[in-house]
């Protein structure tokens, strides 16, 4: 950061330099020129890796081991640790819940002959401890990376056992030794499970490669492309039929959702702006008494978070390219879960929102099956009662839920409502005022929370609106548009500012000279015909 820089500069350069101007006149001079004149070679400087800083010279040597620890994502050095949203929290990248664990590159794993799940036993001088690893794609060779906070003795009814104590390998508790060169590491003895809440397919298997372009999940570009051509992926909905907002309001053929002229609730996500650090997932939680089920029913697919973020992969192991997409009901007019369920328990309101009547609900579980983007959860369990002997039952615990949202029973199903209760407290605000309710009289709880001012919340009707604007960007998609259940949820496609193509069919190809040139021409007749 800009105190360590300047720390450094005070320590290394500035000494021997020893210009005639005080260190602070001279910093400000050396940041307006943009550069120093030196004469002699300065001290090595470390190289940034992950949140923590390695040295350089660690990089002469191919027979040792860097060892890098770091605060957890959520649960920070271990001071949140009996939070149980925090520890049910995806981490952004490897998706694993409840654990730490050493995160290793795919070079690395082969060199110590071990898999996902594989404990390695770590030695930094005389401290050693054994922890699972993860082979993760990216990470630098040579680099053992684990996350501190877990493995907590005292952590109370939740944050207690979970995980691995890396503090074990700290020789000290200064802040600044995060890192260790010549740490010796070895495959361990016996494994550990780790628990993720998303598949894991290899980047370069053949099979899933850049399955999301192929499917269309995900829709991305160059920054070069767009600026040549705006609408250069509006191909794809060429492809599958008609544009996203193409279709009536009204369907005239079957009537179906005779939606009022007024508010129709619908939300952007701007994938450019996504980092997938997950406050969204966290601010719903909160907001929605979303409930904590517990590693092992992670395991098998249990988990109840309404908004996820999918972490997508392309290119190589070595090079991997990442997308963050946050995923949640899309609220679809044509809802695939809505003609499926035999006792009416979702149904769609004249303004747009697929809803759940929970007292209606028997848990038939036909909308779940039916959804094509798996965003329904199922109440297996009171898991209140179930997590951590009844933790979330005991006071004050129990007063922490949100009065204003119904706590789901056991057998029911449940699913992101667009904050329903903050529209229907809109409602009521704006018919003690006299006036209808506006789209930016809402702003949902994900939309609240997330940093990148990512999601935006709206009236799709209201046509003056930047909100309609927004939706009517050029490079806003819905994921799986080919299924025709029309979405109200649109996605921005992300650009990427590079130069070289993308390489991924049917997006961001090089073009001859010649197919540029009629591409071209043809705009210019169109904006003729226009004119």
């Given at each position: 950061?800009?105190?360590?820089?300047?720390?450094?500069?005070?320590?290394?350069i500035?000494?021997?330099?020893?210009?005639?101007?005080?260190?602070?006149?001279?910093?400000?001079?050396?940041?307006?020129d943009?550069?120093?004149?030196y004469?002699?070679?300065?001290?090595a400087f470390?190289?940034?890796?992950?949140?923590?800083?390695?040295?350089?010279?660690?990089t002469?040597?191919?027979?040792d081991?860097?060892?890098?620890l770091?605060?957890?994502?959520?649960?920070?050095d271990?001071?949140?640790?009996?939070n149980?949203?925090?520890?049910?929290?995806p981490?952004?990248i490897?998706?694993?819940?409840?654990?730490?664990?050493?995160a290793?590159?795919?070079?690395?794993?082969?060199?110590?002959g071990?898999?996902?799940d594989?404990?390695?036993?770590?030695?930094?001088?005389?401290?050693?401890?054994?922890?699972?690893v993860?082979?993760?794609?990216?990470?630098?060779?040579?680099?053992?990376s684990?996350?501190l906070?877990?493995?907590?003795?005292?952590?109370?009814?939740?944050?207690?056992?979970?995980g691995?104590?890396?503090?074990?390998?700290?020789?000290?508790?200064?802040?600044?030794?995060?890192?260790?060169n010549n740490?010796?590491?070895?495959?361990?003895?016996?494994?550990?499970?780790?628990?993720?809440?998303?598949?894991h397919?290899?980047?370069?298997?053949?099979?899933?490669?850049?399955?999301?372009?192929?499917?269309?999940?995900?829709?991305?570009?160059?920054?070069?492309?767009?600026?040549?051509?705006?609408?250069?992926?509006?191909k794809?909905?060429?492809?599958h039929?008609m544009?996203?907002d193409?279709?009536?309001?009204?369907?005239?053929?079957?009537?179906?959702?005779p939606?009022y002229?007024?508010?129709?609730?619908?939300?952007i996500?701007?994938m450019?702006?996504?980092?997938?650090?997950?406050?969204?997932?966290?601010?719903?939680?909160?907001?929605?008494?979303?409930?904590?089920?517990?590693?092992?029913?992670v395991?098998?697919?249990?988990?109840?978070?309404?908004?996820?973020?999918?972490?997508?992969?392309?290119?190589?192991?070595?090079?991997?390219r990442?997308n963050?997409?946050?995923?949640?009901c899309?609220?679809?007019?044509?809802?695939?879960?809505?003609?499926?369920?035999?006792?009416?328990?979702?149904?769609?309101?004249?303004?747009?929102?697929?809803?759940?009547?929970?007292?209606?609900?028997?848990?038939?579980?036909?909308?779940?099956?039916?959804?094509?983007?798996?965003v329904?959860r199922?109440?297996?369990?009171?898991?209140?009662?179930?997590?951590?002997?009844?933790?979330?039952?005991?006071?004050?615990?129990?007063?922490?839920?949100?009065?204003?949202?119904?706590?789901?029973?056991?057998?029911?199903?449940?699913?992101?409502?667009?904050?329903?209760?903050?529209?229907?407290?809109?409602?009521g605000?704006?018919?003690?005022?006299g006036?209808?309710?506006?789209?930016?009289?809402?702003?949902?709880?994900?939309?609240?929370?997330?940093?990148?001012?990512?999601?935006?919340f709206?009236?799709?009707?209201?046509?003056?609106?930047?909100?309609?604007?927004?939706?009517?960007?050029?490079?806003?998609?819905?994921?799986?548009?080919?299924?025709?259940?029309?979405?109200?949820?649109?996605?921005?496609?992300?650009?990427?500012?590079?130069?070289?193509?993308?390489?991924i069919?049917?997006?961001?190809?090089?073009?001859?000279?010649?197919?540029?040139?009629?591409?071209?021409?043809?705009?210019?007749?169109?904006?003729?015909?226009?004119?």
């Open positions: 950061d800009h105190e360590y820089m300047m720390d450094n500069w005070e320590k290394n500035y000494t021997a330099i020893k210009p005639s101007l005080e260190f602070k006149r001279y910093w400000l001079a050396a940041l307006q943009g550069f120093v004149t004469s002699e070679k300065p001290a470390p190289a940034f890796i992950g949140d923590s800083f390695v040295s350089s010279t660690r002469a040597s191919s027979n081991y860097v060892l890098l770091v605060k957890h994502h959520s649960i920070g271990g001071k949140y640790a009996n149980g949203w925090f520890q049910e929290l981490h952004p490897s998706k694993i819940v409840w654990d730490n664990y050493a290793i590159s795919v070079t690395t794993a082969k060199e110590l071990v898999k996902n594989d404990k390695i036993k770590i030695t930094n001088g005389a401290l050693s401890m054994e922890i699972p993860f082979i993760q794609a990216g990470t630098a060779d040579k680099v053992i684990i996350e906070g877990g493995g907590r003795k005292v952590g109370g009814a939740i944050g207690t056992g979970n691995f104590d890396a503090y074990a390998l700290m020789s000290n508790t200064s802040s600044a030794s995060q890192f260790y740490v010796k590491v070895e495959k361990g003895s016996g494994s550990y499970e780790l628990v993720s809440t998303q598949e397919h290899a980047v370069d298997d053949p099979v899933t490669h850049d399955l999301q372009y192929k499917r269309d999940i995900i829709r991305e570009g160059t920054y070069e492309d767009y600026k040549k051509k705006p609408k250069f992926l509006e794809h909905e060429e492809v039929g544009p996203l193409s279709f009536p309001s009204i369907n005239e053929s079957t009537k179906e959702h939606y002229t007024g508010v129709k609730w619908a939300m996500l701007d450019n702006k996504c980092t997938g650090c997950n406050y969204c997932t966290i601010a719903c939680n909160v907001e929605n008494n979303i409930p904590i089920v517990g590693k092992d029913q395991k098998v697919n249990r988990e109840m978070h309404w908004i996820r973020i999918d972490r997508y992969y392309s290119g190589t192991p070595d090079a991997p990442v963050f997409q946050p995923m949640l899309q609220h679809c007019d044509n809802a695939p879960c809505e003609n499926v369920c035999p006792v009416a328990a979702t149904t769609h309101s004249p303004d747009g929102i697929n809803g759940m009547a929970y007292n209606r609900c028997v848990g038939t579980r036909y909308c779940a099956n039916n959804c094509p983007y798996k329904r199922f109440n297996y369990f009171n898991w209140r009662d179930r997590v951590a002997d009844g933790y979330y039952q005991t006071e004050p615990v129990n007063y922490m839920y949100n009065p204003e949202v119904t706590v789901r029973s056991r057998g029911v199903m449940e699913k992101c409502t667009f904050c329903i209760q903050r529209i229907q407290d809109a409602k605000v704006a018919s003690g005022e006036r209808r309710v506006k789209g930016t009289d809402v702003k949902t709880a994900c939309q609240e929370a997330c940093p990148a001012s990512a999601i935006s709206g009236d799709m009707n209201d046509k003056k609106s930047e909100f309609y604007k927004q939706r009517m960007h050029p490079l806003g998609y819905g994921v799986l548009e080919d299924l025709k259940v029309r979405p109200n949820v649109t996605y921005i496609s992300k650009l990427r500012n590079i130069l070289e193509p993308l390489g069919e049917g997006m961001g190809e090089e073009k001859s000279e010649g197919e540029t040139k009629k591409e071209s021409k043809t705009e210019e007749k169109k904006e003729e015909k226009t004119h």
